[in-house]
């Protein structure tokens, strides 16, 4: 837009509460030019000398973890961190000297394998990086190139003091200092999604010194200034800075500061003058790595490859000392040498008994590479690449597709797989996780009157609960809120006040005054579709578009807002009639959690002024005037009524101001917002709490936040499953007790456990006591109500089983977590079937999530969808992040995405149970396979006297982890099932055996470990005596260590490929074809391998063509070792099956005989999982057939149902 445009002199700095215009330059902008304040930006002068000298980091932004240069030297690093990486390593060194026991390229090359194809992994997710990277870099921006001129430039190549022109929906390329805009005053709009998750729109606006003369490209020509601020950092809410033009010399704010990766929204264009770029600008600094996450199961598994270093330099011990003392008595005895055939009268330094700890050292070292291949090499990279595809496959689940928001689960990590099969405990947000918020207006109270007929979910839930019944009244209305056109956020009926109806009420002029506070007092921006004229409105939160909405239905339409007034249609009391009227904004006092309430100041058409004020019951009664408290009685016993049926409420008030009073306010007031001092916030805050005080009560509004569709069927799931499920929100207690109730976390006969500071004694001392002296009482009075909790539960455990539920608010759980009490209120809490956390803050959240993972020991998972649940969900083992409509600074810090709450019961109770029992048997598997080739390798060393001599050709020994045997583990991670996903949730405590980690505790580590020695046993000893002092072929031939290493060798894989298969529960093609393909492989490689020339295939030439196949010994060797292999472990699950069945095998039972249409079977597994202890309907609905003394004859004809 080219300049010359003429513009209103149009003053926002009167209207919102920050600093703008000429405030004045005083001593608290002495620090610029400081340490931390030493940057100058000349605007408009990018290229200048003294810009060049100093030096500032360029635009290009790099995430990425691995440059071209450092890719190789970084990730090779990162690979030999890892112990058992280094081992080989290590051990692939020795491989080139006399010591090794095989060829140091076959040592080597299986590393090589390993690792490339980590580095792979790595290069792969880091290109994807790379891409985003290109993109944003080149993405285009208009940028100032002289003359007036502005020209296309790609965001790489800016630099700090240029002047760039950003367009609507446009995203800042770098942090700006907003000049002008479009708009009057240079204010303009912006989403901060991007930086803080948050979807509401926040206002800017630039200086007036630049938006007076900077109206379009041309008045660019010849702009010069000079700007002083702080040095980068990561601080996303304050900036200062001083701006020098035209002899003027102004104070900067992080108002007048455009941050990079924020989005221009509603606003034409922007000016703006680079101020950081790159990494030195706010969004950059402000990301940091996630906090690291490891699951329990991989902390585990390094002590298991620990054990086995010990187990591998164990043996490698015993052996040396062995062979030492061997090597020693081969000296002549009598003229005889015991091992005549290593010649220790002239042999080398490895087997001269005149050094045989010379020796012994050395057998050592050789022992440690060739017992190397106990540590399965391909573990961690089979894992991951089993992880990864895990994850897609979350990642794919049609069943957690929401379909509405086209949002798929997405697994941000796939470290944590695993973990999601052993939460203990679930600590979830309220708002938007369980519930939608997604606000309805529903109910109101005004002039002591109540309106409003809907029925809320939580009053259904209640009347269930009770027994009572809605009327017909209420059914009718529920049916004709059905039955009528949906209006998003307003489900509001009553015949009273609708269609103008209110002017026939009493106190009708009550009645305006509510409806138009609801349309004057709040910042959302209204949008006129052009084709229908239908208005709607883009609010900072869903509770705000729910109140301009129903002023709008009720017959308040705010339709128009500029800087400084706001234009609605309402009924006129008088006429009758819709008018517009224009109402001059003068003031807008923000919201903030601390003040918990909002006000405007505005100017009627007929010059009188009015305040304007909507917050929290606990800040607004107390700021009535005595002539205001006229329905304050009626209004609060509403807002009870409100808190009982699950709404959020808020109350509605306002006053007269007279003329000198609102000078002498906007006086103190706009010094206060031109301050720059540390106390700027405080000195508004008391300003602005003078003024909102007198007001005259009007009534309170009540908004609806529904729950989540499948919430209740979801928790009840899984409290079946025996997880414990905490909510923490910033509700009331009314209002969390009966959501509570609503999804199933409270029932009737549960015993309620309340701990709050709402006693007399604390009230009185509130008034009239000191801070200390509150403080101690408080402190007291908590520690006495968890003492009388505990005695509570101490009771009832002895006679019945009844179940309790803790409920703490805000106050209180500050004193529970100091450090001398939380192990008592967690004692507490943890006896408890469920603990609910009122009016707790972002920093309590994490702090209780702390103290539960910290104290229990358990796996923890946090869920929640606001940027004030992201401490919660990254101090948790696993965070899951609802995409909903707070914006996507939950999801951006989670482990794991999803859409509803619902799909949490499949994501641990299906894809969490797989991947903990996958990943579990799997590393047992990986163990039991290298143990039973391990100790093969030891029994025939032992044979051998200890003579390091390896039992299998070197290459045989280094392919066994990556062609052999690693593919169907891979298989098993990826695709087994104990049972299907309808049994998971038919028996959800199926889910425990991760919770109590029975698939991966040391008794079954070790006992696969055992069953891997046995299989060595067996295989080493039968293949030895079957093969000695025998004929092995028709010339008569017996068989050599070459007959013997590969007779060994086939029945290895042979037996831990078959083993695979006895483990496997879910068959499928996959699992067909990678057991037999790897036992084929085996095959068709001896074939191969053979008939290379012998210097390379040394003593596997040609051994299995004329040596091994011709037999019918081999095979039938082969046969007998691999059946006598097997049978211990095919005996040990036929007894535990038919005996000593698992949970897991008795649902196996039910699946394979059919039993399924047993009721009477299928209940008495089921039964396990219902507890009278427990939450959720199920268990609500067991708990009252109990006490009816029918339960056994309900379970018996089905009338107890389980979903």
């Not at 690979?79 to 095989?102: D, E, H, W």
């Not at 083993?1059 to 496997?1064: D, G, T, V």
Request: aromatic share 12%; proline share 3%; net charge negative.
């Amino acid at each position: 837009m080219a300049g010359g445009r003429r513009r209103k002199r149009l003053h926002l700095s009167k209207i919102y509460s920050y600093t703008c215009g000429k405030s004045s330059f005083e001593e608290d902008h002495s620090q610029i030019g400081g340490p931390g304040f030493s940057r100058v930006v000349f605007c408009n002068e990018p290229g200048s000398p003294e810009v060049e000298r100093r030096g500032y980091a360029g635009n290009y932004v790099r995430s990425t973890k691995y440059t071209a240069a450092s890719f190789i030297p970084k990730s090779l690093f990162e690979q030999f961190r890892r112990v058992a990486n280094f081992f080989f390593l290590v051990a692939g060194i020795l491989s080139l000297t006399p010591l090794a026991p095989y060829g140091s390229i076959s040592a080597l090359l299986p590393l090589v394998l390993v690792i490339a194809a980590t580095m792979v992994k790595e290069g792969i997710e880091d290109w994807g990086r790379k891409k985003q990277d290109i993109e944003v870099n080149n993405r285009k921006v208009k940028v100032h190139g002289g003359n007036g001129i502005f020209r296309q430039e790609e965001w790489r190549n800016l630099r700090v003091g240029d002047i760039v022109k950003v367009q609507k929906d446009e995203f800042f390329p770098a942090d700006l200092l907003l000049l002008s805009s479009s708009y009057e005053d240079a204010i303009c709009y912006v989403e901060t999604m991007n930086l803080d998750g948050e979807t509401n729109l926040k206002v800017k606006q630039g200086l007036e010194a630049t938006s007076s003369t900077l109206h379009g490209d041309s008045d660019f020509r010849d702009f010069k200034a000079v700007v002083r601020c702080e040095d980068p950092n990561a601080n996303l809410y304050a900036f200062v800075g001083s701006f020098e033009h035209e002899e003027q010399k102004l104070p900067l704010s992080i108002q007048q500061l455009l941050l990079r990766d924020s989005k221009l929204r509603n606003t034409e264009y922007i000016y703006g003058a680079v101020i950081f770029t790159g990494h030195d600008t706010k969004v950059i600094q402000n990301s940091t790595d996630p906090p690291s996450k490891r699951s329990t199961i991989e902390r585990k598994m390094d002590k298991i490859v620990y054990l086995m270093f010990g187990v591998v330099f164990l043996i490698a011990s015993i052996g040396s000392v062995i062979f030492g003392v061997e090597t020693r008595d081969d000296k002549e005895s009598g003229g005889k040498m015991e091992r005549w055939y290593l010649r220790p009268d002239d042999s080398d330094i490895f087997f001269d008994p005149d050094r045989a700890p010379v020796a012994a050292i050395y057998h050592f070292l050789t022992a440690v590479m060739l017992y190397s291949n106990f540590i399965p090499i391909s573990l961690y990279v089979s894992i991951e690449i089993v992880k990864v595809l895990q994850s897609i496959f979350i990642n794919q689940d049609i069943h957690m597709y929401y379909e509405e928001a086209d949002k798929p689960a997405h697994a941000r990590t796939s470290n944590l797989n695993e973990e999601l099969g052993q939460v203990h405990t679930i600590l979830s947000d309220k708002t938007g996780t369980l519930t939608c918020n997604s606000m309805e207006f529903i109910k109101c109270s005004i002039a002591g009157t109540a309106y409003g007929r809907g029925v809320t979910e939580v009053e259904r839930s209640m009347a269930a609960r009770t027994g009572a019944s809605l009327s017909d009244h209420d059914t009718e209305e529920d049916q004709e809120n059905h039955d009528r056109v949906k209006i998003k956020g307003f489900n509001f009926k009553d015949e009273r006040v609708m269609d103008g109806k209110w002017m026939m009420q009493p106190h009708s002029e009550v009645l305006q005054m509510f409806f138009r506070l609801l349309a004057i007092c709040h910042t959302a921006i209204p949008e006129i579709d052009e084709e229908n004229g239908k208005v709607s409105y883009e609010a900072e939160s869903p509770d705000e578009a729910a109140f301009v909405v129903a002023a709008r239905e009720l017959g308040f339409e705010f339709f128009k807002r500029n800087q400084t007034s706001i234009s609605v249609r309402e009924l006129d009391l008088t006429s009758g009639q819709k008018v517009e009227r224009v109402y001059s904004l003068l003031n807008i006092l923000e919201f903030n959690s601390t003040r918990k309430r909002m006000s405007v100041i505005v100017r009627d058409e007929d010059g009188k002024l009015f305040l304007l004020s909507k917050g929290a019951d606990s800040v607004m009664f107390k700021r009535l005037a005595k002539e205001g408290q006229q329905f304050e009685a009626k209004t609060r016993e509403h807002v009870n009524e409100y808190a009982d049926a699950g709404l959020r409420t808020l109350i509605l008030a306002y006053r007269e101001l007279d003329e000198n009073e609102y000078i002498e306010f906007s006086k103190k007031f706009s010094d206060a917002k031109n301050s720059v001092s540390a106390d700027r916030e405080s000195l508004i805050d008391e300003i602005t709490d003078e003024v909102e005080r007198d007001l005259i009560l009007l009534g309170a509004t009540a908004v609806e936040d529904k729950l989540q569709n499948g919430v209740p069927g979801c928790i009840d799931k899984l409290a079946q499953a025996g997880i414990k499920i905490w909510v923490l929100t910033g509700d009331k207690m009314e209002t969390a007790i009966n959501i509570g109730f609503a999804c199933s976390l409270l029932r009737q006969e549960m015993k309620q456990i309340i701990i709050n500071l709402d006693t007399p004694e604390i009230i009185s001392l509130e008034k009239s006591g000191g801070k200390d002296e509150i403080q101690m009482a408080s402190r007291e009075s908590v520690v006495k109500q968890i003492k009388e909790g505990m005695a509570q539960l101490d009771a009832a455990s002895g006679a019945t089983s009844e179940a309790f539920a803790l409920i703490i608010d805000g106050k209180s759980l500050a004193y529970a977590l100091k450090d001398d009490i939380k192990k008592k209120f967690l004692d507490l809490a943890t006896r408890c079937a469920s603990v609910i956390c009122c009016r707790s803050t972002p920093k309590q959240k994490a702090l209780v999530t702390r103290l539960v993972k910290t104290g229990t020991g358990k796996t923890t998972l946090a869920i929640g969808d606001g940027a004030n649940d992201v401490g919660m969900l990254q101090e948790a083992d696993i965070g899951v992040g609802i995409s909903g409509v707070e914006g996507m600074q939950a999801v951006m810090s989670s482990d794991i995405a999803i859409a509803q709450f619902r799909y949490l019961e499949r994501l641990l109770l299906v894809h969490g149970h797989w991947c903990y029992r996958r990943i579990s048997s799997m590393i047992c598997y990986f163990f039991y396979k290298n143990i039973a080739y391990g100790v093969t390798l030891f029994l025939y060393e032992a044979y051998a006297s200890f003579s390091a001599q390896p039992a299998y050709n070197e290459w045989f020994l280094s392919l066994y982890n990556v062609f052999f045997s690693s593919l169907p583990v891979i298989a098993l991670g990826v695709f087994d099932q104990d049972v299907s996903a309808r049994f998971c949730f038919k028996f959800p405590l199926l889910y425990q055996e991760g919770v109590q980690n029975v698939l991966f505790s040391w008794r079954r580590i070790i006992g696969w470990m055992m069953n891997g020695v046995i299989s060595a046993l067996l295989i080493f000893f039968l293949c030895k005596e079957s093969l000695k002092h025998q004929i092995f072929d028709t010339d008569g031939k017996t068989a050599g260590r070459e007959i013997l290493g590969g007779t060994m060798y086939t029945c290895v894989v042979w037996v831990v490929n078959l083993q695979m298969a006895l483990s496997i529960s879910y068959f499928t093609w996959i699992q067909h074809v990678v057991i037999w393909g790897s036992i084929g492989f085996w095959y068709v490689f001896l074939m191969i391998y053979g008939e290379i020339t012998p210097s390379f295939s040394t003593d596997a030439y040609r051994v299995f063509l004329e040596a091994l196949a011709p037999s019918l010994s081999f095979w039938l060797i082969t046969l007998f070792v691999v059946i006598c292999a097997l049978i211990p472990y095919f005996a040990f699950k036929s007894i535990q099956m038919r005996f000593f069945p698992g949970y897991y095998q008795m649902i196996q039972w039910i699946r394979y005989e059919g039993r399924s249409n047993d009721p009477e079977f299928v209940d008495m597994v089921r039964q396990r999982s219902i507890r009278p202890t427990t939450v959720g309907f199920t268990a609500r609905r067991a708990a009252s057939v109990r006490r009816s003394g029918r339960f056994h004859d309900q379970i018996h004809n089905g009338l107890v149902a389980f979903q």
